[in-house]
């Protein structure tokens, strides 16, 4: 499985931007994607994350407190396509954004149950 990552940039404080992860590769019936992001000095942190499981269209998702109310995560199964869309946006989101495949589908905060990592994108939010 290989993932790439696009759609960072800069913005202005209360900007949005979205996020694009397409996703290549065999996948199971029942997998995640998570979007990560590590800030300049921080520890890499869950942003958010959606599980597809047999026939689903939509999608279970799952959100950091951080983040909730101004992110949305989406995709597009069938076409193996992750969005994040992110509105709102402060300088403290500020960060390089990673996706993440996890191959059981835990919906998981954890970053060690992402097994594949997309190369980044990076998000600069100006005050």
């Known amino acids: 499985v290989q993932l790439q990552a696009s759609g960072g940039g800069l913005v202005q404080t209360g900007g949005s931007l979205r996020l694009s992860c397409a996703i290549s590769?065999?996948?199971?019936?029942?997998?995640?994607v998570g979007w990560f992001r590590q800030a300049p000095g921080k520890e890499r942190e869950f942003v958010a994350g959606i599980r597809w499981t047999t026939g689903s269209t939509t999608g279970s998702t799952r959100y950091a407190d951080s983040v909730k109310d101004r992110f949305t995560i989406s995709g597009d199964n069938a076409q193996k396509m992750v969005y994040l869309q992110m509105n709102s946006l402060k300088p403290e989101d500020t960060a390089i954004y990673y996706c993440?495949?996890?191959?059981?589908?835990?919906?998981?905060?954890?970053?060690?149950?992402?097994?594949?990592w997309g190369q980044g994108t990076l998000v600069t939010v100006s005050s």
């Open positions: 590769g065999r996948t199971s019936s029942r997998y995640s």
């Open positions: 993440a495949f996890d191959l059981v589908g835990y919906l998981s905060s954890d970053q060690t149950r992402y097994r594949y």
